[in-house]
């Protein structure tokens, strides 16, 4: 019961701490005079996948077996197919509640048949293109780059050959170009940003500052990481406990649940730009940290492993491949929804049956 409640406690504590996390990262890229999107696909996503990344250097630098390393190289795998189908599923799912909730007022405030009108118009429909074509072209381009990636990726994890090992410099490379990218693309915001994404919160940590101290702004950044930080590990360690009590495998656990447990930061990032209405924002975050999450624990893993794949791992790299050419395929179509985007979720749900026989 202990466990149970300690699991709870820490999914709050994170989610909390992301509110100020976000509140803070806003602050710290207008400190930075980078353009709106990198706040999301950089300096947010950075931060938040930044606690995952030493896990991974710990893992396979410091693994004394074979199996204390493939942690690391787990990790490498479930964190992307997280992002491609939960992070993704949850983001198209809070958007649907956000806007039949709006609906609802409307419909609430000036009568059933005027109201669905007034939503619809006010961009309250299931059915609203969440992007414009330049910020679809945007996201459609970071999806195509993290395919790219992986798929390289995957395919290492298949072969074995002498320089194998020195080619996680070539991803350290990649994530630095596209570091630089985005950090000098300013913003692409279209005819359908929103005017409320460009305003920003007072500061968490100065609400009554107009223009809170830069200190400040450093402080509650990196303080709510390192709440972020310890509330993650802590999670995970919890569902590790509670997985053999439910019956569950430490390999299903490690593969199926400990993914989504370490993206969590993520997702409730994208959850509270949502609930603010700074949807760019929440897709932007979740792009940037599928980059990091492809370049980085990758380096680390084929520098410092073997980097080869059995069937479970080969299986993840397939779910997630599926579910990015279905992103990008609704992307490139501009059929991009919030209703088409909650079934990206479904794709981590067959991950889940198809590892049943894998595992047993």
Known sequence: MWHFALLIAC?????LSCEWFVNAVEWLGQRLNVGKMAVGTILAAFGTALPESVVTLIAVTTGTTPEAKDIGVGAAMGGPLALATVAYGTTGVALLLKRRQRRNTHLSAVGAAEGRAAADAAGGG??????????????????????AVFVFKVVLGLVAFAIKPWLGLVFFATYAVYFW?????????????????????????????????TWAVLVQTLAALVVIFFASQT????????????GLSAAVTALL?????????EIMNAIIWVRQGKTKLALANISGAM?????????????FTTWKFDAALIWAGAM?????????????????????????????????????????
């Open 11 to 15: 999914a709050v504590i994170i989610y």
């Open 126 to 147: 299931d059915g609203e293109i969440l992007a414009d074509p330049v910020e679809a072209a945007r996201l459609a381009k970071d999806q195509r780059w993290f395919l």
């Open 181 to 213: 990218r985005e950090m000098r693309g300013g913003d692409t915001g279209g005819s359908g940003a929103h005017e409320d994404e460009d305003e920003l919160e007072p500061l968490k940590l100065q609400p009554k500052a107009a223009s809170p101290a």
């Open 235 to 246: 999670f995970v360690s919890q569902l590790d406990a509670i997985g053999p009590m439910i």
């Open 257 to 265: 649940l400990s993914p989504v447990a370490t993206e969590l930061p």
């Open 291 to 303: 980059m990091i999450q492809a370049t980085v624990p990758s380096a680390l893993g084929l520098l």
């Open 320 to 360: 997630t491949m599926v579910a990015i050419v279905y992103l990008l395929f609704t992307i490139r179509s501009h059929k991009l929804t919030p209703a088409r985007m909650a079934w990206a979720g479904v794709f981590y749900l067959v991950f889940a049956i198809g590892l049943i026989p894998i595992l047993t």
